[in-house]
């Protein structure tokens, strides 16, 4: 094991995306992430491309830097044999509702007892203390629920729609991340472990309307709540005389800027819509598509030739083939080919940050369900005696076992 966390042990019961998107930057940072995943394995095992059924594109990318040991949880055994993994562990993670972690009689309360100083987080729907505490939660409820498809009809849908990706899982993972590394933070300082609660609908709520609680941000409100320039239907990348190009023109020298490049400096004179941003902002959407009819008139690589030599913000619009192409990404070694031991050459995507010191990487390879069962019961001081029974009574697993 590397990294800054290294040392540091994670007992990681989440499943699906929101808490192992946390915990395979917690694995690359250094930390021992065990994830205990059910007989059946993580759903998301099953979901993507794979050369095995239980090794699918988004698991792999999900679930490096772990351990994998099979746990029955509702068995008396799986229990036992959490909460003595538990002792050692500085983190418990877990993406269930809390009264299903009461249910398997691994309440914070029952934790607790065997490890006063464990930081036991979980992310889940909502906030235990209104109404919907109990409720189920998806992405797709959360992303609903926090105004995101009416925010993609007031800029312009035809309809409401959810935004393409998992926004909502990976928001509250980050979220979550960040609140571990604070609460370890927190216990090397005072010695204190503690319990903390993600939710779901409040992260997500207060990531939208950063940008968009407007004038309702004062008491009475100013004006409608909402960022205008965000909302602008024409706020899209340009279409060009062969593609398109996604270009920010935002402050008084890049419009300037803009301006003399295309041999027209006079216009922010004479144009008083322009004359400073918040001016700009209120007349955004039809400056956004006048300039639209401007970028139509020349070829992309021209566009960002000149945009790059005006020191105009500018990117090409990428695809999903493109991306792998983009020369930043390649010149950066972005993605990265490696051979896992059972899935043969994998493309992956490096660890984004750059660090001076204690660099973090990639551990581990993902595993296959149950791996490191046997492994990780011995070091919980388990005989071999009693791993075959467990084995025997299907309370752990190992590859190729079935349920």
Known sequence: MSGPLKGVRVVDLTTVLMGPYATVMLGDMGADVIKIEPPQGDLIRGIGPGRHADMGSIFLHANRSKR????????????AALLRLARSADVLFYNVRPQAMERLGLSYDEVRKVNPNIIYAGVFGYGQDGPYAARPAYD???QGASCLPTLYKLAGGHEPRYVPLTMADRVVGITALSNILAALYHRQRTGEGQRIDIPMF???????????????????PLGDAGYARLLAPARRPYRTSDGYICVLIYNDKQWRSFFNAIGQPEKLDQDPRFSDLAVRTRHINELYNEIAEI????PTEEWLRLLLDADIPSMPMHDLDSIFDDPHLTATEFFRLSVHPTEGVLRSMRFPATWSQSQPEP???????GEHSREVLREA???DA???RMLSEKVTLEPGDTV
């Open 363 to 369: 551990t581990r390879p993902t595993p296959r369900l």
């Open 140 to 142: 797709d409820l959360i």
């Open 202 to 220: 409040e992260t997500m709520t207060q990531f939208v309307l950063g940008d968009h609680m407007g004038g309702k941000s004062f008491e009475p």
């Open 295 to 298: 970028f139509a008139g020349r």
């Open 386 to 388: 009693e791993i075959a």
């Open 381 to 383: 001081g388990y005989s």
């Open 68 to 79: 994998s040991i099979v746990l029955d949880l509702k068995k008396p055994a799986g229990r």
